[in-house]
Each structure stands twice: as C-alpha cells, then as structure tokens.
C-alpha cells in the first residue's frame, strides 16, 4: 500500500499518549519525513527540555516551541510529533489548522499515567504529587484537543502499529490530507 501525504500530520496530546511512537511509525509506513518539535528545540538550544525550563522558564520554551513549529509546518509535509503543551495555544492551533491536520491521540488518564509514572524526563511532572499535577493537566487540556481536527482513541491493548492503522484510517476520511496512490 503506498500514499501521497498532501499536508503535515500533526500529532497531538498528552504526554504519554503515544505521539512520537505512533508519528515515527506513521512517517514509515506512509514513507513520509518524521519530525519532531521537542527534538528541534533541543536541537537549537544544545539543551535538554528539563534544563530548558530550569533556565528559561515555561513560558520561553513555548514560545520557541511556536517558533519551530510554524517553521516546520511551512516545509515539506511531513509528520510531526509535538509536545503535550503545543496545542493548548491558540496561535499553534490556528497555524496548524492553515498548514496541516491535527490528529489528537486521545488516551485516557489512567493509561497517561501508566505510561509516564516511571519517567524523570517531564519537567510539569517534577511535583510533590505527580499524579495530581497529570490529572489537572488533562483535565485542563481535554477541551483544547477536542478541538483537533482528527480523534483517533488509544487503547491500553493497542500496540504502536495499531495506533498506527487506526491514524491511518482516519486520515483516509480526509483527501486533502492523505492520498492512496
């Protein structure tokens, strides 16, 4: 099976809900560039996120994350994994509506914190209770995914390629973003 990929996919969620595993996957298998909008910001600032938002802050992080994420939706298409916070902007999500298609991972709370329990990497989760700070997270952002173009459900039972298919699927629905050729 080959396709033609018209515009970027985008993909989009809470952390832990499978957007570079399934994007990287996706990319393979549509045989599509795979990009990363974290790994770009870590590539620009010779840092790691964590020490991103030690020196800088928050609010600096995203705001470069805006940057290389309107740079990249303005290249070849492609697919890009974004960080957990990228589409909580409006600004992003307007930029991304023009130049691709969001696919928003929609994984439940239980199965985020199943997978992100064990990991020192997320610097929102560097809490006294992590999981409280995960589940006012999603609950705050839930609303702002809905909002994406595309939902594609994860399931615990689901393995990356059958996120995988399932992103496949609902791409299809739309001609102007994935084409079988």
């Not at 990363?36 to 802050?57: K, L, Y």
């Not at 696919?103 to 439940?108: I, Y």
């Not at 006012?136 to 809905?146: I, M």
Request: net charge positive; proline share 3%.
């Amino acid at each position: 099976m080959a396709w033609r990929l018209k515009k970027t996919v985008v993909m989009v969620g809470m952390m832990g809900a499978g957007k570079t595993a399934v994007g990287t996957a996706l990319a393979r298998r549509l045989g599509a560039p795979f990009m990363d909008s974290d790994a770009a910001i870590v590539e620009a600032a010779n840092m790691t996120i964590p020490e991103i938002f030690e020196r800088d802050g928050e609010a600096f992080f995203r705001q470069k994350e805006t940057q290389i994420i309107a740079r990249l939706l303005t290249a070849e298409a492609c697919v890009l994994s974004t960080g957990g916070g990228a589409y909580l902007s409006e600004q992003n999500r307007a930029t991304i509506s023009k130049h691709g298609v969001a696919v928003w991972l929609d994984a439940e709370l239980g199965l985020l914190w199943q997978r992100v329990r064990h990991r020192d990497t997320r610097p929102l989760l560097r809490t006294g209770n992590p999981y409280q700070t995960l589940k006012t997270l999603y609950e705050q952002r839930v609303p702002l995914y809905a909002k994406a173009d595309l939902r594609v459900t994860a399931r615990p039972d689901y393995s990356i390629e059958d996120m995988t298919d399932a992103v496949i699927a609902v791409l299809e629905t739309r001609t102007d973003v994935l084409q079988r050729i």
